[in-house]
């Protein structure tokens, strides 16, 4: 069977077994999460930190990475912020992020192995570089996250941000950034 048989089959089930629910598009905590993509967290992010569906707007990203700038990840908070009202950000990294082994020359030499013509790694090579380079630590990465916010233009100053990191085994949440200050 593939993925989309199991999650069509998935589905049903689901729909035999529960009831629509009407949500609000506005979460409940006013708060936005930026965090990673892993798959790891799935779930775990969830229940560690107590969120419930329709507490928060889940912003993924590979490393949680955000950078300065007008980028996907801030147009993503400011739709959360002006239309959404969203008065809170956290960041959440995680330890052991597969960022760390990513580089711009590790992405580039992928895409050449799947084929990826030489010219189009060029013309990118500048972006990839200016995103996966700059991953060192994950502490590190949700500090500058944090600050990228925090110093975002596009972004109202009195929003509070905020960054954890969490254990991808435990779901212990250590706090890095922000919290009462």
């Not at 147009?75 to 960041?91: A, D, G, P, T, W």
């Not at 760390?100 to 972006?127: L, Q, Y």
């Not at 009195?158 to 949440?173: E, M, Q, S, Y």
């Amino acid at each position: 069977m593939n993925i989309v048989d199991e999650i069509i089959r998935a589905n049903v089930s689901f729909l035999q077994k529960n009831h629509p629910v009407k949500l609000d598009k506005i979460p409940r905590w006013k708060t936005a999460i930026v965090t990673c993509m892993d798959t790891r967290l799935v779930n775990l992010l969830e229940s560690a930190a107590g969120i419930e569906r329709g507490d928060v707007k889940m912003i993924k990203i590979a490393g949680n990475v955000v950078g300065r700038g007008l980028n996907d990840v801030i147009k993503s908070l400011m739709v959360c912020v002006y239309e959404l009202q969203v008065r809170e950000i956290i960041v959440i990294g995680h330890y052991e992020c597969g960022m760390e082994k990513t580089s711009s020359e590790s992405m580039a030499e992928h895409m050449r192995e799947r084929g990826i013509n030489e010219d189009i790694i060029a013309d990118i090579k500048p972006t990839l570089k200016n995103w996966a380079d700059l991953f060192c630590r994950p502490e590190q990465n949700v500090i500058d996250s944090v600050n990228n916010i925090r110093n975002c233009k596009y972004l109202p100053a009195d929003i509070p941000v905020h960054g954890f990191i969490i254990h991808p085994a435990t779901g212990k949440l250590d706090l890095i950034a922000g919290g009462s200050e």
